[in-house]
């Protein structure tokens, strides 16, 4: 019985700061943690979140510029990945990943990083611990420094880990830490019906 005490605390402390929580608030791969965050890893997954083989292009084919953004992000259930809201959020009944960190910048592959590279890869600073469960990822970069000016964005279309191969989104499993390799599929534009039916709000 103690045992079960034990393991629940981290999960209702989970549960309780993820109610309480602004939605889609912004965790970077190398910040530091809010003072109220989980510090346990509830469900034993770790995945680090990856694109290192195939570089992702911006929308003129050329690897994106160091400095650009990537989100993680949090399907809602619905296995689509929704179209981003005017402030460059996700939209529909997705939101930023919660967890350890949501936000990566494309800074290359080398131990430093350097703001004047193009190459359109990135590998983030800690691994991936999600804080709620059952729940499937996919990542969006977007073209520039800000996703709430950029004016153009890619998701991921698969991805890759050590014993699996599989599509657009990536659910973590319990066991031993995975690296997540992901493949971008073709630039978007920030949606004009998304702009419209936001701002006419």
Known sequence: MQRLFLILIP??????????????QIMWDNGVLPPNWPKENPYGMYATMNCTVKPVL?????????????????????????????????????????????????LGLDAYDDPNGETG?????????????NRSYYMRVWEGPDPNS??????????????DHGGAMFTPSPGLPTEVDWVFGVTKPRPDSTLKKDSSK
Not at 156 to 162: F, M, N, V
């Open 11 to 24: 999960l209702v402390l989970c549960s309780s700061v993820w109610a309480q929580m602004e939605k889609n």
């Open 58 to 106: 911006d929308h003129t084919g050329k690897p994106h510029h160091h400095g650009h953004v990537a989100q993680l992000i949090m399907d809602g259930g619905n296995g689509v990945q929704d179209p981003p809201k005017v402030d460059g959020m996700p939209g529909g009944d997705d939101t930023l990943a919660f967890g350890n960190f949501n936000m990566v910048r494309i």
């Open 121 to 133: 890869t990135f590998y983030s600073k800690r691994a991936f611990v999600p804080f709620v469960p």
């Open 150 to 163: 950029a004016p153009y964005y890619q998701d991921t279309i698969e991805y890759t880990t050590s014993d």
